[in-house]
């Protein structure tokens, strides 16, 4: 495999958040167009077989596509149809107007709802408030409430007041909503499924009644199409923020399954419905959206056709399609079994039905996602275009369901890149028209041994065996295909890997872990050594040199341009470089600018005042000075002599690791603004470590403070040098995860 290019296409803007985005797949914007323009497709029709990422299909049409989009969530659906629609802030507040406006009673509904949440604020009792309330799992009442009150301004957590506890019997007959709730999806069914229930049961009492209340109310509801369908869109956030699935504190913030976690959050569900204008509003322009067969007329419209790809009857009217582009799924049965019990609250149970597959199905395996996908292979291979797909959230089963099922029908994956970290893969296949030629099998470990020389840095077992799945599919395209029903490739996949990894002549095992968590590390490594975190930080400066400022996502794609497509920054070490570097631009939101202490001549001054006062104290406690970089101190006592290099950075690959005289310390003197790049690079890398960690590092102020001590000797000296650490030492404390 050849580990240059493509590059990752990362990021170039950040989006806002939009509807579902703790659900549907992450995706970095502008992704799918890069990749399109790396494959030399610059226009014309593309197809989204899968159509579960609204946001990649907005940015095909902007970019200029005509895009074809197949997708059987109707929930999906009308989220993209009402992005695409750009409808103006004034609209959404004519539709929620519309809807607050509907009567219950002698009440407007708006004013019935909103009082359902009234908490008084502990200091002035005002009832002008905002309040979120704090559940405890299988309880009765909040046990306290975070609020922040509009008349005096106050803002904390506190405890449950008793008029918070009178609130809440005033939300009616609980059994009449509840079964209400679960009458619209499944009318005249006695015995109730457990993904139904699971759904209902995922509610507190007061978010039910509220929902069954604005469900009920749509029925009857007078008011345009454009505003029916905002409400509905303004609806589906209402519905998600209102189940228990918003952890306090749990760090699980993509449910994959309906699990109610210890402590949760209860929000405002008029609230809600208000802040998910902000969530719908991406679009400002609107993009021209027809529904199949009629095809839209203008460039950069999008087709979509409610259903799967593989049930459109008419084929024959389908556009030409250029290639395929698309977000590969990972199965999220929280979603789907959501997205079935909603489409039923919405549009009444025969809409439900379209999607009892997913209240029937309580697992999805590897085998299962492996057919699954198969089914979209299957149809793209009968156009015999490109298909082009980046796949978020990955691990490395489901890397192998993706190779497996795109080889058995019949495409080649040409290129690839992928992001450790990240955990996303970008592919690029395209059809096997004709038998590849025979070419010599690859050595199954050489991929791996060539991945860990480009990044001079050890690997963990799953970063390598993700290369190993990638690399060795691209060298033998039909290395993966399979039978459906075979269970057995990942098993059989990773004992191969395993044999390859734990050859000792290649490898090393460079820590005490277990196996699959363990770092390797090659037994003979290369003799240019430069680590990828160095790498990355050249880049990074010769980024801000020549930019007044600019976003974080914009230095970050830079970055990986100049990057080989499996080596990618990370996100978070970009962060730690911009803290050491940079600062942020005033009344900008993710915008920096160099520190004035970062400009080059600022210093270049600094390095010549360090070069005179390496010489200075040198000259002061006995020692021969000679040599630029390194400074040598040289002594004809029986005493230790030093190297000094010089830096500006916390590149110290740049240094030999090995003094060549017995006898020699070296000390690196450098910014104090390095330190925690430095002290970073030398925990998280134990090669790294190795070579380096045994150097002294000293700070520019601290070389400053050690000058200025007026009873400095080599006695001194030897016993300040370390005394302002730069760099992080753990302290012996027990391993608890």
Known sequence: MDFGKPPFFSEKINLPPMLLDRFIPPYPYGTLTDMLSYCGIKDGWILDPIGNQPTSIIELAQSGYQVFVACNNPILARILQVMCSGYNESQYKAAIADLGALRRGEERLESQIKALYNSPCPECSSIQTEVKFHWKKNQIIPYDREIECHNCGFSGVVKISDFDLETLKKIGNYNLHR???????????????????????????????????????????????????????????????????????TGRTRPRQITIPAEFYEFNLWNSLEEAVTKLRIVEKPIPITYFPQLPSEKGGICFYQGRINSIRNKNLLPFFEAIATVLPRPNQALWTYNAVWSGWLWGHQTAQKLKGALERRRYDWLWHTQAIRTVFDFASKLKIPFIATAPELTNSYILAYLSAASSSNFHLQNAAYHSELKTGQFYWFQNTSKPPSIPIINDSKNLSDFLTLKSEPANYQELLSIYLISKTIDESEIFKTNLTDNTLLMQTQKKFEKNLLNSDLFIQVDQDQLENADFWLTNPPNAYQPISDQIEGLFIRFIQKKT??????????????????????????????????????????????????????????????????????????????????IQWISNESRTNFQFFLTASSIISQFPFSPTKKNVDTVIIFPGSRAELISYKLKNDLVYSQHYGKFHFVKFRHLRTINDNPGLNYKTWVQILDSDPAVWHESNQPVLF
């Open 179 to 249: 079964n209400r709730a679960i009458q619209r999806v499944l009318p005249g069914n006695i015995e109730i499924p457990v993904a139904v229930k699971e759904v209902i049961d995922s509610y507190l009492p007061r978010s039910l009644a509220v929902i069954s209340t604005l469900i009920n109310k749509l029925d009857s509801m007078q008011t345009t199409a454009d505003r029916k369908n905002i409400i509905e869109a303004l609806l589906i956030h209402a519905f998600d923020t209102g189940n228990m699935q918003w952890g306090i504190n």
């Open 549 to 630: 400022n600019f976003s974080g996502e914009e230095i970050n794609y830079s970055i990986n341009q100049n990057l080989p497509g499996v080596l990618p920054a990370s996100p978070l070490f970009i962060q730690r470089l911009l803290n050491s570097y940079c600062q942020l631009v005033p009344n900008q939101l993710n915008y920096w600018m160099l520190s004035p202490q970062e400009y080059f001549s600022e210093r270049k001054n600094d390095l010549q005042l360090m070069v005179k006062l390496i010489h200075k104290i040198g000259s002061k406690i006995g020692y021969q000075i000679t040599g630029t970089n390194p």
